[in-house]
T-cell receptor, first 112, second 113 residues
Framework: EDKVVQSPLSLVVHEGDTVTLNCSYE??????LLWYKQEKKAPTFLFML????IEKKSGRLSSILDKKELFSILNITATQTGDSAVYLC????????????FGPGTSLSVIP | IAGITQAPTSQILAAGRRMTLRCTQD?????MYWYRQDLGLGLRLIHY???????GKGEVPDGYSVSRANTDDFPLTLASAVPSQTSVYFC????????????FGPGTRLTVL
């Protein structure tokens, strides 16, 4: 059965800290690894990774995928209170539809 | 409209009543999805549609039905609501075939009493 596991499930850090969020996956017909940020409402897209070892960056956020070990990490440097959110990892596969299996999320709280 | 809209924003419903959650997108995406999000269980797929005129069952389809008469709209119907369908419902869309990235609507918070 396809599954995505995230760790830690929750995390509290101080502003300015660097955090690493972990995601491991077992997804049949794997095609991509996606990261989303969810604040009060809808998840918003952060990254899509399809190739191992190629880091994707967006400001203070970066992510990398290891397709051999079946995991991905999301790094956030110099955290700010606005980074407080649930970060969702998801594995994308191609079956009869564009299937996306979501992990439970990591709840990040950044305190001043 | 920019992106995906959902209606209503929230709803309290008596058990046994019929309810339709609406979803409209203006991105001309061919694929659309309905998820429910419950604490501790994450996002689970209810139904999907690869293109107008076709639909399929996701992980938790029981008690729900969908239709896809055109590209833009993808309503979700609860024929006879039960308390276990209390949840937050998200509609999403993607440009199937080019990317698995899904764009989400703002969600509908549904409470069934």
């Amino acid at each position: 059965e396809d599954k995505v596991v995230q760790s830690p499930l929750s995390l509290v850090v101080h502003e300015g800290d660097t955090v690493t969020l972990n995601c491991s996956y077992e997804v049949t017909n794997f095609r991509s690894l996606l990261w989303y940020k969810q604040e009060k409402k809808a998840p918003t897209f952060l990254f899509m990774l399809t190739s191992s070892g190629i880091e994707k960056k967006s400001g203070r956020l970066s992510s990398i995928l290891d397709k051999k070990e079946l995991f991905s990490i999301l790094n956030i440097t110099a955290t700010q209170t606005g980074d407080s959110a649930v970060y969702l990892c998801a594995g994308g596969s191609k079956t009869s539809y564009d299937k996306v299996i979501f992990g439970p999320g990591t709840s990040l709280s950044v305190i001043p | 409209i920019a992106g995906i809209t959902q209606a209503p924003t929230s709803q309290i419903l008596a058990a046994g009543r019929r309810m339709t959650l609406r979803c409209t997108q203006d991105m001309r995406h061919n694929a659309m999805y309905w998820y429910r999000q419950d604490l501790g269980l994450g996002l689970r797929l209810i139904h999907y549609s690869n293109t107008a005129g076709t639909t399929g069952k996701g992980e938790v389809p029981d008690g729900y039905s969908v239709s896809r008469a055109n590209t833009d709209d993808f309503p979700l119907t609860l024929a006879s609501a039960v308390p276990s369908q209390t949840s937050v419902y998200f509609c999403a869309s993607s440009d199937s075939g080019t990317s698995a990235e899904q764009f989400f609507g703002p969600g509908t918070r549904l409470t069934v009493l």
